[in-house]
């Protein structure tokens, strides 16, 4: 198979009526590896990845994959090309079994969108349900059976469905107790490495997002304040001080 597509965030701004939420911000990405964007309330990380997914449209900069540009593309398109956002808030629909919430997933990808068999990946139902098992067992049930942990197994297991190439994750350890986010985190860096992801994770939780990740990003105030490897950010104590609160 093709080596999976590069994504490329370039120089981002965003505003918000006068509100400017990201000034010309770029991160490095690369597939087979997780940056996690950091920085606190309102510094712009929600927004990074909704500027990326589509869902606002940036004043400035680019965002490409591989060769296609989507700089300003409207969502369908932006997840129609391999982009899986997953949103804080997880959205699982509680009325639906956990299986059906996962089938989802299938439905909205891309092998039924294009009917083209999508990338390289080729993620099945069972395939999800083997990566998280604490889910699996409860696949017949509703899922708001589940507890918060397993809601965001569900979520990144849906998105997994859709086929991506780049994966989005916004806050995925909100909430959650620390061993199930270093249980989350565990499955999230293998399968990164397996299937040779794009992972761009936003994290408040500075000190476990910096574990995962192999790059880490630091925004204050819309802009880029740090950027380097995750354990260099890690080791700097001013900065952690400063901007990362640990
Ligand atoms: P949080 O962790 O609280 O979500 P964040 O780092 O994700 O913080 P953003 O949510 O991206 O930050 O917000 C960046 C800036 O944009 C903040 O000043 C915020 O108040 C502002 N902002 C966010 N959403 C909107 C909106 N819909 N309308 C106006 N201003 C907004």
């Given at each position: 198979s093709t080596a999976p597509p590069a994504l490329v965030v370039e120089g981002l701004t965003a505003t918000y009526g006068p509100v400017t939420?990201?000034?010309?911000v770029s991160i490095p990405t690369e597939p087979g590896r997780v940056t996690a964007v950091l920085g606190a309330n309102g510094a712009g990380k929600t927004t990074l990845l909704r500027t990326i997914s589509g869902l606002v449209r940036p004043q400035a900069g680019q965002v490409r994959l591989g060769e296609r540009?989507?700089?300003?593309?409207a969502p369908e398109t932006v997840a129609g090309a391999g982009v899986a956002h997953v949103p804080?808030?997880?959205?699982?629909?509680?009325?639906?079994?956990v299986e059906e919430n996962l089938r989802l997933g299938s439905l909205l990808g891309r092998r039924r969108a294009?009917?083209?068999?999508?990338?390289?990946?080729?993620?099945?139902l069972d395939d999800v349900l083997e990566l998280f098992p604490a889910i699996a067992e409860r696949?017949?049930?509703?899922?708001?059976?589940?507890?918060g942990g397993e809601r965001q197994m569900l979520v990144i297991g849906r998105a997994l469905l859709t086929e991506p190439d780049v994966l989005l994750l916004d806050?995925?350890?909100?909430?959650?107790?620390p061993r199930v986010v270093t249980q989350i985190f565990a499955v999230l860096r293998d399968l990164t490495e397996q299937h040779a992801l794009t992972v761009v994770l936003v994290e408040q939780n500075a000190r476990s997002a910096l574990e995962v990740a192999d790059t880490g990003v630091v925004l204050a105030l819309g802009r880029v304040v740090a950027v380097s490897e995750a354990a260099e950010l890690a080791a700097d104590q001013a900065l952690r001080h400063a901007y990362l609160g640990f």
């Open positions: 939420a990201l000034r010309e540009d989507l700089t300003g593309a804080e808030g997880r959205g699982v629909i509680t009325e639906l079994t294009s009917g083209r068999g999508g990338p390289a990946r080729g993620w099945s696949r017949r049930r509703p899922a708001d059976t589940l507890s806050e995925p350890s909100l909430g959650l107790a």
